[in-house]
């Protein structure tokens, strides 16, 4: 499975943006879909998270700021972004939770995307 973000790049301070990433390959069942972002020099930050059945959590920093969706039946998931802060700015990658059916049974496995450039000035 491969996962292509898109929907990055520059916008002022208080803009908005949303990311869009695509999954794309081998058949799956979505567990889980993610947001993660990272700055250069530091660890990766889970941004948001969003189950099979809708169920979400978001970092404290991006709540009631940041949306995560998801089109399961088009192997989509999205982060609505709005009031953008200089803080934002990050590569944010995608993650997929997936599970693909073998003829033993039911096995996970975790995807990530390349990432997109989102970047905010102030």
């Known amino acids: 499975v491969q996962l292509q973000a898109s929907g990055g790049g520059l916008v002022q301070a208080g803009g908005s943006l949303r990311l869009s990433c695509v999954a794309t390959g081998r058949t799956f069942r979505v567990n889980a879909w993610a947001w993660y972002r990272q700055v250069p020099g530091q660890e990766r930050e889970l941004v948001a998270h969003i189950t099979e059945y809708g169920t979400t959590n978001y970092a404290y920093s991006v709540k009631d700021r940041f949306t995560i969706s998801s089109d399961n039946d088009r192997n989509m998931v999205y982060l609505s972004m709005k009031s953008l802060k200089p803080d934002d700015t990050a590569v944010y990658h995608c993650?997929?939770?997936?599970?693909?059916?073998?003829?033993?049974?039911?096995?996970?496995?975790?995807?990530w995307g390349q990432g997109t450039l989102v970047t905010v000035s102030s």
């Open positions: 993650n997929l939770e997936a599970r693909h059916y073998s003829a033993t049974g039911w096995y996970a496995r975790t995807y």
